[in-house]
Nanobody
């Protein structure tokens, strides 16, 4: 499995979580990577991306609360989430940006209680 997400869980509103995405089998260091999330019944949403040169972009809904980072030596992508809101509840996935169909993993569930 090229991408394996971890770090999700149940957290109260205002809390924090750190997601990790371990990659294998792709040339991670030269890829623009992204974190996506999906709520049942809705399209998957790109919430943050990071280029090989560490240029980051965020969806307006998470700007100022989420921080994407990468460790190319460990082929790992991170998403630090703070000030979590119930509307952040979703399954979170990592992939390249733009995404590649064959790279979708199982995701990690984040549930934020009010």
């Amino acid at each position: 499995v090229p991408l394996v997400e971890s770090g999700g869980g149940l957290v109260q509103a205002g809390g924090s979580l750190r997601l990790s995405c371990a990659s294998s089998g792709i040339t991670f260091s030269i890829q623009t990577m992204g974190w996506y999330r999906r709520v049942p019944g809705k399209w998957r949403e790109l919430v943050a991306s990071i280029s090989p040169g560490n240029i980051t972009n965020y969806a307006d809904s998470v700007k100022g609360r989420f921080t994407i980072s990468r460790d190319d030596a460990k082929n790992t992508l991170f998403l630090q989430m703070a000030s979590l809101k119930p509307e952040d509840t979703a399954a979170y996935y990592c992939n390249t940006n733009p995404s590649l169909f064959g790279l979708w993993g199982q995701g990690t569930q984040v549930t934020v209680s009010s």
